[in-house]
């Protein structure tokens, strides 16, 4: 299994923050998700979860959320990004049946998810605000547009 992220939960909503940076090498990318980040951990429909997991098993809230970060931060494009959560699932310990189906509903729906709408944006310029005084600041490749209207 690989390392995980240090994650903290919010009651208010019904999310994961996370209280340190997590770093990662997928398939020769250096992604950086920076602390404060929060996310409601896989997006699994609750018809699915008898054949795979729910949002916040174990084995799926460190692929989901470097899934999720690079769904806000477009740092690589969107095939390349679900391949990555394929890769970190099975490196991870999910069985290969369950990261296929992981895979191809995120392939068959995330092109509805994948550009930020004005929410996801005013929540990446909050978060840009929180860490851009940081020194690694630009290890979390925020997209142009955030780091210029924030």
């Known amino acids: 299994m690989l390392k995980q992220p240090k994650l903290q939960p919010s009651a208010l909503t019904n999310k994961y923050e996370l209280t340190w ?3 990662i090498q ?17 997006s699994i429909p609750a018809v699915a979860w008898q054949i795979t997991f729910t949002p916040f098993h174990p084995d799926i809230m460190m692929p989901a959320l470097v899934h999720d970060w690079l769904f806000y931060n477009h ?6 990004a679900d391949d ?16 296929n189906m992981i895979w191809g509903a995120v392939r068959a729906g995330g092109h509805f998810f994948w550009d930020n709408d ?7 310029r909050t978060l840009y605000r ?12 925020f997209p142009d547009e955030i780091v210029n209207s924030a």
């Open 21 to 23: 940076d997590f770093e």
């Open 26 to 42: 997928v398939q020769g990318v250096d992604i950086v998700v920076p602390k404060y980040f929060r996310y409601d951990g896989a």
């Open 75 to 80: 740092q690589v494009d969107q095939e390349q």
């Open 84 to 99: 990555m959560l394929y890769e970190l699932l099975r490196q991870n310990g999910v069985d290969n049946l369950r990261a």
């Open 118 to 124: 004005e929410e996801d944006k005013e929540f990446l």
């Open 130 to 141: 929180l860490v851009r005084s940081r020194p690694n600041v630009q290890r979390y490749r």
